[in-house]
């Protein structure tokens, strides 16, 4: 069994910085192996992706079109953790975050994290 455990969520003011952090513990082989990211998922709407950084050393990074280079996905596989540095948020940034960590059939989810943007 794999968790995944997110913080860093709270409520901030439009243009207004946030940094979401997830550490993985439990039964997982090497996370280093896997990719890790996060989604998020507003309300009446489907998750989806914001940023994902692939694992076994490659490191490239997907990131959806809607975030830009407002936020920057890192991970630190000593600490089993990735983290989303979040800039310029904007209200439609609103919604819980989850994060993500997968590899080949092995899919694992956080319980998610809200992040609320509002003036």
């Not at 997982?28 to 992706?49: D, H, N, V």
């Not at 914001?50 to 936020?71: I, K, L, M, P």
């Not at 983290?83 to 956080?110: S, V």
Request: hydrophobic fraction near 30%; charged fraction near 20%; aromatic fraction near 10%.
């Amino acid at each position: 069994q794999v968790q995944l455990v997110e913080s860093g969520g709270g409520l901030v003011e439009p243009g207004g910085s946030l940094r979401l952090s997830c550490v993985a513990s439990g039964n997982l082989f090497s996370i280093s192996l896997y990719t890790m990211g996060w989604y998020r998922q507003a309300p009446g709407k489907q998750r989806e992706l914001v940023a994902t950084r692939s694992g076994s050393g490659v490191g490239d990074t997907n990131y959806a079109g809607s975030v830009g280079d407002r936020f920057t996905i890192s991970r630190d596989d000593a600490r089993q953790a990735v983290y989303l540095q979040m800039t310029e948020l904007k209200p439609e940034d609103t919604a819980t975050y989850f994060c993500y960590a997968g590899r080949l059939r092995d899919h694992f989810w956080g319980q998610g994290t809200q992040v609320n943007v509002s003036s």
